[in-house]
């Protein structure tokens, strides 16, 4: 939705670079997500944040790490990507009316 | 541990065949079981909330039905343009996350 931005949309990295991508959000939720989608696995919860600097693991956070500076950011960093983190990563907000997501557009990052 | 399991994990439909999509899951008290339409390439679209057995809801062709253990999404007379992943998810009430089903991938012949 249009409440939702993440970027980069695509992106090809290779083995042993950090990445780092931005889940940007209009909207003021303070609950955010960052999954990721790999086939056979369904959505998986990397990491998650409930409010600025206070975020926590989730089931796949193994080398992963995120930041929230800011209610609107959500950062997730590869600090050196495998290519087990090839996948579509999506970032998600709480929306407090329903208590369902909204969920970006995703970005699909590939190791090479 | 929340769990939500989805089946089956494809289904092909001519045009107007109905079917119904199933969602069982367990959770340590359920606050809401959510439907999502997920397009290729695309982030899942919510498509409905159930709060309680017994509840309904329904959008043009889809209908969602809840009772303690399992959700069903019937769809009525599906088009080509009904062809997406649908996924279910259930939030506990101590929780403020979702727990995902790995989907049901539903293609639509015409």
């Known amino acids: 939705d249009a409440g939702i931005t993440q970027s980069p949309r695509h992106k090809v990295t290779e083995t042993g670079t950090p990445v780092t991508l931005r889940c940007h959000q209009t909207?003021?939720?303070?609950?955010m997500y960052w999954y990721r989608q790999d086939p056979g696995h369904g959505l998986r919860l990397i990491h998650y944040?409930?409010?600025?600097?206070?975020?926590d693991k989730g089931e796949v956070s193994d080398g992963y790490s995120v930041s929230r500076s800011k209610t609107e950011d959500f950062l997730l960093t590869l600090e050196s990507a495998t290519s087990s983190q090839t996948s579509v990563y999506f970032c998600?907000?709480?929306?407090?009316?329903?208590?369902?997501?909204?969920f970006g557009s995703g970005t699909r990052l590939t190791v090479v | 541990e929340d769990q939500v399991t989805q089946s089956p994990e494809a289904l092909r439909l001519q045009e107007g065949e109905s079917s119904s999509l199933n969602c069982s899951y367990t959770v340590s008290g359920l606050r809401g079981l959510f439907w999502y339409r997920q397009d290729p390439g695309k982030g899942p679209e919510f498509l409905f909330t159930l709060y309680s057995a017994g509840e309904e809801k329904e959008k043009e062709r889809l209908k969602a039905t809840l009772t303690k253990k399992e959700s069903f999404l019937h769809i009525t007379a599906p088009k080509p343009e009904d062809s997406a992943t649908y996924l279910c998810?259930?939030?506990?009430?101590?929780?403020?996350?979702?727990?995902f089903g790995g989907g049901t991938r539903l293609m639509v012949k015409p």
């Open positions: 998810a259930v939030q506990a009430n101590a929780g403020n996350m979702l727990t």
């Open positions: 909207e003021n939720h303070r609950y």
């Open positions: 944040s409930y409010g600025v600097k206070d975020t």
């Open positions: 998600a907000t709480l929306n407090a009316g329903n208590y369902g997501y909204t």
